[in-house]
């Protein structure tokens, strides 16, 4: 099977409200797989908007959030996606056999002021980035 035609992988971000934690972390996969990963991101109960200093916090590296709007997690996103990542939303979260799951525990944004949040930003980096070396090599 030739690189154009293969099926990109697919990740789901899901936590409860899909407002700082997930946006993040889709953010990140978004510009740092530069197109070649699919990004998904809901909540099991969304919230009306993102978290403020979360699209602060982002803006502060150059990766605009402020667009973003939470969305309801489907049973749809999570059959269509390879990777479910969780962020603390434990038995709302939907499982299907055959797909790869994990649970990333960070700390809440909610709330907290920037400060408390890039802490929370950096730990997602780090882990984008090794999501990204597992899927794409």
Not at 104 to 120: F, K, N, S, T
Request: glycine letters at 8%; charged letters at 25%.
């Amino acid at each position: 099977m030739s690189t154009e035609t293969a099926k990109k992988p697919s990740v789901l971000f899901v936590c409860v409200h899909n407002a700082g934690r997930s946006q993040m972390a889709a953010a990140f996969l978004t510009t740092l797989a530069k197109g070649g990963i699919e990004v998904r991101s809901a909540g099991s109960q969304p919230a009306d908007k993102v978290n403020p200093a979360a699209v602060e916090a982002m803006a502060e590296l150059g990766i605009d959030m402020s667009a973003e709007i939470p969305k309801v997690l489907t049973t749809e996103a999570v059959k269509e996606s390879d990777v479910v990542i969780t962020m603390g939303c434990g038995d709302e979260c939907q499982y299907f056999p055959g797909k790869r799951y994990e649970d990333w525990v960070l700390e809440d944004p909610a709330g907290q002021g920037v400060d408390a949040v890039r802490p929370i930003r950096d730990e997602i980096r780090t882990r984008i980035e090794g999501l990204i070396a597992s899927l794409l090599t």
